[in-house]
C-alpha cells in the first residue's frame, strides 16, 4: 500500500512557539472502519521508522497476525520531523522557496502527537481502541494519553518512558557530534552529513542491542585475526544500510525531540501527569535493555492509574521490541482479555 498524504493548510503552531506556515503528514492505513468505529488501532513508530508497520513490525500486524487488517482498523502515521513523508528538514520552507535543512524550527514529542491529532480528526476517528508504540514510539502514546484521557480505551507502551534519561540523551548528544564532525552536514545538500551519519548509526546499535548478542552474533571463529572483525564490518554496514534510506537532517531533529520528552513539562510533574490517564493500560519492558532500563517501564507502571506491568528477556536488548513478536502476541493478548481495573496483574511469566 503507498503512503498517503494528509495536507493541513492553516499554520501549526509548534511548542516552541514557532510555526510552520503548512504542513503535510505521511501516513498508511489497513482495513476499515467498522459500523461502531471501535475496531481502530493506531501505531506510533520509532525512530527511523515509517508509517508502513505491516513491513516492519511483522509478527505483531499482518493478515495472519494478532493485529489484523482484516478485523481492525490500522494507522500509522509518520512522525514530524521524520524522512518519510510528513514535513521535515528537507521539505520546502514556503518563505524561502529551499529546503529547510538547518533552519527547521525545534520540534519536541508533543509537536509529533498533535500533528498526529489533526490526522485522527481528518479520518474522522472518535475513539482510538488501541494505542500502542515502543521506543520513540511509546514516548508519542503515553504524551497522547495524557492529552486526551478520553481518546484512548486501551494503551500498549513497550520499551519506552515517561522522561527520557540523561543515559539516552547522553547517546544521542554522542551521535549527534558524530554528524555535526561531517562538514558536509553544514552543506545545505539533501546528502549533506552522510558519513556522521553512519557513524551516530554505530554508536546507536550499542544501545540498542547487548553485550551478549555481540558476544554471540559476532564472534570470531578464528584465534588469529588482527584486523577486519565481524563486528567491524557489522557496525560499517548497519551504518551504510541507515544512511540509504535516511537523512542526516532528520536523524539531528528526532534525536533532540526524543530528548525534549517529559510528561511532567508544565504539568505539575510526571506523577500528576500519568495519573492524568484514563486508558486501561500495559506497559512492557525488555530484561536486557540498557538503553530504556526496566525500571523506567515499572515507573510508568506504579503512576498509571489503570496499569499492568509485564516482562520478557531478549537475546536483541532494546531491539527486542520489534523482534521478539511472539512474546509481544502472548503478553498483549492475555492483557486485552484482562479487566485489570483496581488491581495490578503481573504477566511476565506468560512470555
Not at 500533528?115 to 479520518?123: E, F, K, S, T, Y
Request: charged share 20%.
Amino acid at each position: 500500500m503507498n503512503t498517503q498524504t494528509f495536507k493541513y493548510t492553516q499554520p501549526f503552531e509548534l511548542e516552541s512557539g514557532h510555526e510552520l506556515r503548512e504542513l503535510e503528514i505521511g501516513f498508511h492505513t489497513y482495513g476499515r472502519l467498522n459500523k461502531n468505529r471501535d475496531n481502530v488501532v493506531w501505531v506510533c513508530h520509532a525512530l527511523t521508522a515509517n508509517s508502513d508497520v505491516l513491513d516492519w513490525w511483522k509478527g505483531l500486524f499482518g493478515k495472519e497476525n494478532f493485529f489484523k487488517p482484516d478485523e481492525q482498523f490500522i494507522v500509522c502515521a509518520n512522525i514530524l520531523g521524520s524522512a518519510y513523508g510528513t514535513t521535515s528538514p528537507l521539505s520546502i520552507n514556503p518563505i524561502t522557496g529551499q529546503p529547510y535543512y538547518l533552519s527547521f524550527p525545534q520540534i519536541t514529542v508533543r509537536d509529533m502527537v498533535k500533528a498526529h491529532q489533526l490526522l485522527a480528526n481528518h479520518l474522522e476517528i472518535s475513539k482510538i481502541d488501541v494505542l500502542i508504540g515502543g521506543s520513540l514510539g511509546g514516548q508519542q502514546a503515553v504524551e497522547w494519553a495524557i492529552t486526551e484521557p478520553d481518546f484512548v480505551k486501551n494503551l500498549v507502551l513497550i520499551a519506552s518512558n515517561a522522561r527520557h534519561s540523561p543515559w539516552g540523551i547522553a547517546f544521542n548528544e554522542s551521535q549527534r557530534l558524530a554528524i555535526s564532525a561531517d562538514r558536509t552536514f553544514y552543506a545545505g545538500t539533501p546528502d549533506g552529513g552522510k558519513k556522521g551519519l553512519k557513524a551516530a548509526r554505530s554508536i546507536a546499535l550499542l544501545s540498542y542491542r547487548s553485550y551478549k548478542a555481540y558476544n554471540i552474533s559476532q564472534q570470531e571463529e578464528q584465534d588469529n585475526l588482527t584486523d577486519n572483525y565481524r563486528a567491524s564490518s557489522y557496525q560499517n554496514y548497519q551504518g551504510e544500510k541507515l544512511v540509504n534510506r535516511f537523512n542526516a537532517y532528520s536523524y539531528w531533529y528526532l534525536t533532540k525531540s526524543m530528548d525534549s520528552h517529559n510528561v511532567g513539562r508544565n504539568r505539575k510533574g510526571i506523577e500528576k501527569a500519568l495519573s492524568l490517564i484514563k486508558a486501561r493500560t500495559l506497559v512492557i519492558g525488555i530484561k536486557s535493555d540498557v538503553l530504556f532500563p526496566i525500571e523506567e517501564q515499572q515507573y510508568l507502571s506504579r503512576h498509571i492509574p489503570q496499569s499492568v506491568f509485564a516482562e520478557f528477556e531478549s537475546f536483541y536488548g532494546h531491539d527486542g521490541f520489534l523482534i521478539e513478536t511472539e512474546a509481544l502476541t502472548n503478553i498483549i493478548k492475555s492483557f486485552l482479555k484482562t479487566d485489570v481495573k483496581g488491581k495490578i496483574i503481573q504477566l511476565q511469566q506468560i512470555a
